[in-house]
């Protein structure tokens, strides 16, 4: 039981520039979500999903898009990288119920880097 | 819209101090979770208060949430080495179950 796994662990990229972070879990999670972490600022919610084939847009979501089409797995895609988005990058999954909350289980991260 | 902050954003204490760190949201919350971060690391999830006035302890970690359900506190009794790390609040946004804004986090330092 893997639990959450992010690839890759570092990125860096060039202004202009896209990629995809892979994000996958083996917990059969219906809920997922992408969090960027910035100095001072906490956990951001840039995207979030309910269960496969259904995403929605959290805080930040500008310049971000996602895609469910397993269960499993959640990928983010910068369409255009910008020195803005230099981050570190969660996926986390977690339990879901009606408005009910439960522990949410964090990736081990992406760092990024846009120069 | 929904603010979670919380203070101190850096505390740091001698081995065997007590530390504690406040979280304050501008709307009523339905729960509210707590996460440590090490160093380098993720965020680990540590407990979730659902009542109004709940204390929940956890060995030397006792976590409070306030009898309006806008405010938490996590306070460590005689730190250690080990409970270095960021920790962040979390409260869900309303009417839904696992969007959360997290707090801006408090980082503890504990010089042996």
């Known amino acids: 039981n893997a639990g959450v796994t992010q690839t890759p662990k570092f990125q860096v990229l060039k202004t202009g520039q896209s990629m995809t972070l892979q994000c996958a879990q083996d917990m059969n999670h219906e809920y997922m979500s992408w969090y960027r972490q910035d100095p001072g600022m906490g956990l951001r919610l840039i995207h979030y999903?309910?269960?496969?084939?259904?995403?929605d847009q959290g805080e930040v979501p500008n310049g971000y898009n996602v895609s469910r089409s397993t269960t499993e797995d959640f990928p983010l895609r910068l369409l255009s990288a910008a020195p803005s988005q230099t981050s570190v990058y969660f996926c986390?999954?977690?339990?879901?119920?009606?408005?009910?909350?439960?522990?949410?289980?964090f990736g081990p991260g992406t760092r990024l880097t846009v120069t | 819209g929904q603010q979670v902050m919380q203070i101190p954003q850096y505390q740091h204490v001698q081995e065997g101090e007590d530390f504690t760190t406040y979280c304050n949201s501008s709307?009523?919350?339905?729960?509210i979770q707590w996460y440590k971060q090490r160093p380098g690391g993720h965020p680990v999830f540590l407990i979730q208060?659902?009542?109004?006035?709940e204390v929940k302890k956890q060995k030397r970690l006792t976590f409070q949430f306030g009898e309006a359900k806008k405010n938490s506190s996590l306070h460590i009794t005689a730190t250690q080495t080990t409970d270095v790390g960021t920790y962040f609040c979390a409260g869900p946004k309303p009417n839904t179950g696992n969007q959360f804004y997290f707090g801006t986090g408090t980082s503890l330092t504990v010089i042996p």
């Open positions: 999903s309910v269960g496969a084939g259904i995403t």
């Open positions: 986390a999954s977690s339990y879901s119920e009606g408005e009910s909350s439960y522990e949410q289980y």
């Open positions: 208060l659902v009542k109004s006035g």
């Open positions: 709307t009523t919350l339905s729960n």
